[in-house]
């Protein structure tokens, strides 16, 4: 789900859109169709996200959880955690947001998501068959016809080197000489929101 900390896999299946579930889901304001992400919607730190699967009936979940240090956090009357079915075929209601489209997810998520968050919000999935173009003002050397799922912001897949995190970060922490301002600063991987992370 797009906006909350991803999972960290073995293996994936990828598409020319993509990797397979990888933001396929979005929150958004329901008045003013905006997608809502950490920034600034901070509380979404709060919450992980996994993929289970029902062996008897082979069902897969979408499970979102609020992390145990921070449920004293939470509204008192909110689930730790929401099941979303994963549905081979989605349907129901079509959203336009006027930027992307998508599939509401029904009214009792949207109620766990809006307790949550403490606004009004609907949660969507990417509709199937809606692709959009990437943005050319970023990726330069791609072409017209390059397309991706929905709620993909820039690219579809996003490749972030950890050797070039860490020269980064020397190159960083060269500028500072106090030990103590040193000690503060953190670069990671992460922190460039890659959906696929190398070390070489």
Request: glycine share 6%; net charge positive; proline share 4%.
């Amino acid at each position: 789900m797009r906006g909350i900390m991803g999972i960290e896999v073995d293996a994936m299946k990828v598409s020319k859109y993509g990797i397979k579930y990888d933001r396929e889901w979005a929150i958004y304001d329901k008045e003013k169709l905006g997608c809502i992400t950490q920034s600034p919607e901070v509380k979404l730190t709060q919450l992980r996200q996994r993929i289970d699967k029902d062996l008897s009936t082979k069902q897969k979940f979408l499970v979102i959880s609020i992390i145990d240090s921070h449920v004293h956090l939470a509204p008192k009357d909110i689930a730790r955690e929401i099941r979303i079915p994963i549905r081979k075929e989605p349907t129901g209601e079509i959203v336009d947001t006027g930027k992307v489209k998508g599939i509401a997810e029904g009214a009792e998520f949207d109620k766990w998501f809006s307790k949550f968050i403490e606004k009004e919000v609907i949660l969507l999935r990417s509709a199937p068959g809606f692709k959009k173009g990437l943005p050319m003002n970023i990726l330069k050397w791609g072409q017209d016809a390059d397309l991706t799922k929905g709620f993909v912001s820039k690219a579809a897949i996003h490749i972030v080197n950890e050797a070039s995190t860490r020269d980064l970060s020397k190159r960083v922490l060269a500028q500072y000489s106090d030990p103590a301002e040193k000690e503060r600063i953190r670069i990671t991987s992460i922190a460039f929101r890659p959906n696929i992370i190398i070390d070489s």
